[in-house]
């Protein structure tokens, strides 16, 4: 046998420490990676759900309103809370809580851990009325990850009930931030 046909150690631990360099950048935008896809199924559930809402609303009629749940059957009032799922129903006496003689339309979990929802103005119900309007003012929903500021989002729901997504430049103020907030 003819062993010179080999590698030798110093080649091997030349290829290995490529190797190394070669993971050490890539993981990095990996990650990145990973934390915007989470994002983007975050907000398109959201989005989702805001659909759910206000077509619900439309085609039955009524007073629906969407909330952060702190059960399947029950809403929070932390405005910060809207990462730990949300809660969609009927809400036939407008209290804006769900009642039991009230329907459950639809109640989601919370979102990937690394992500905030939080909302402005401290808003904890979005409610739509029958003709699909709006109900009270504006708001934005921004969704924050905890670590890549770059991946800001926010949603924009008008007056008129039309429902918009939008990109925060990583400098912008934000809810997600207490001592940022607006």
């Not at 994002?39 to 559930?45: E, R, V, W």
């Not at 910060?80 to 039991?100: H, M, Q, V």
């Not at 979102?111 to 808003?123: H, M, V």
Request: aromatic letters at 8%; a positive charge.
């Amino acid at each position: 046998m003819d062993f010179r046909k080999g590698i030798t150690l110093i080649e091997l631990m030349i290829a290995v420490a490529t190797l190394g360099i070669l993971t050490s950048l890539a993981i990095p935008s990996l990650n990145h990676l990973r934390a915007s896809n989470a994002m983007a199924a975050s907000l398109n559930l959201f989005l989702a759900q805001l659909h759910l809402a206000r077509s619900t609303a439309i085609t039955r009629e009524r007073h629906i309103t969407l909330c952060p749940a702190s059960s399947p059957t029950s809403c929070s009032n932390d405005s910060s809370s809207w990462a730990g799922g949300y809660l969609i129903f009927t809400d036939k006496n407008k209290n804006s809580e769900p009642d039991p003689d009230e329907e459950i339309v639809s109640y989601t979990t919370q979102s990937p851990r690394n992500i905030q929802i939080r909302s402005s103005r401290f808003r904890n119900r979005i409610s739509f009325l029958p003709q699909g309007r709006a109900w009270f003012s504006n708001a934005s929903i921004y969704f924050c990850h905890s670590q890549y500021t770059d991946l800001t989002r926010k949603i924009i729901i008008s007056n008129n009930g039309r429902v918009r997504k939008e990109k925060v430049p990583p400098e912008t103020p934000t809810p997600c931030n207490p001592s940022e907030g607006r």
